[in-house]
Structures are given as structure tokens and as C-alpha cells.
């Protein structure tokens, strides 16, 4: 098994930055992605970013595209998201996620097999 946990979430005013971070333990060998999917009151989860493990491609959603950037340390077994521009539509509970499949929709919440407890985002003026 493995365990995901985040940190790093707050309050934030539009336009402002923030810094999340998932720490991995346990098994963590064998990852093929670590990514971060994120759910609004009133709706779905929904994917917002991913980084194969070994190679270290990225994949972000149209919404935080240029805004957002996920990053990882291997040695640390972490990831982290970077968020800049952030929007009221920001506002989620963010959760970090990992996948040890090697084929399927990284966008897809049934493609990763561990997930964090989330942590809170709130962009508010």
C-alpha cells in the first residue's frame, strides 16, 4: 500500500498564488503517474494535472493551462502544484492521486489506484 498526503491549501485573494505538496510513503515504487484532481461543492471530481513519474511529462486541463504547474522530487517522493492566477473558480478541495497502471486515461479518476485526503482551496476576496 501507499499513502498520499497534501498540504499546502488556504485562503487566497484572486490573482494570488499558492503552493500544494503531496508526499508519498509507503510503496511508492512502481508509480507511473502522480496527479492532482480537484472537486468544487455541487460537483464531480475533476482532473487537473498529471506527471509521469519516470519521465516527468506533464498534462494539465484547459482551465489551468499556463496557470498551474505540477512539478515532482523523486528523492523526496513528493509532488508538488504550483497555482498562479488563481480564480474564484479555483476554489476546490484538492487531491493529490498516483497510478501504477502503464495504460489507460490519465484524465480518468478510475486510472489511479491511491488517493490523499485533499486539502482546501479557497480563492475569495
Not at 460537483?43 to 482551465?63: C, H, L, P, Q
Request: with cysteine; charged share 15%.
Amino acid at each position: 500500500q501507499a499513502q498520499l498526503v497534501e498540504s499546502g491549501g488556504g485562503l487566497v485573494q484572486p490573482g494570488g498564488s499558492l503552493r500544494l505538496s503531496c508526499a508519498a510513503s509507503g510503496r511508492t515504487f512502481g508509480f507511473n503517474h502522480l496527479g492532482w484532481f480537484r472537486q468544487a461543492p455541487g460537483k464531480e471530481r475533476e482532473f487537473v494535472t498529471t506527471i509521469n513519474w519516470r519521465a516527468g511529462s506533464t498534462y494539465y486541463a484547459d482551465s489551468v493551462r499556463g496557470r498551474f504547474t505540477i512539478s515532482r522530487d523523486n528523492a523526496k517522493n513528493s509532488v508538488y502544484l504550483q497555482m498562479n492566477s488563481l480564480k474564484p473558480e479555483d476554489t476546490a478541495v484538492y487531491y493529490c492521486a498516483a497510478s501504477r497502471y502503464l495504460s489507460g486515461s490519465y484524465r480518468s479518476i478510475e486510472y489511479y489506484n491511491y488517493w490523499g485526503q485533499g486539502t482546501q482551496v479557497t480563492v475569495s476576496s
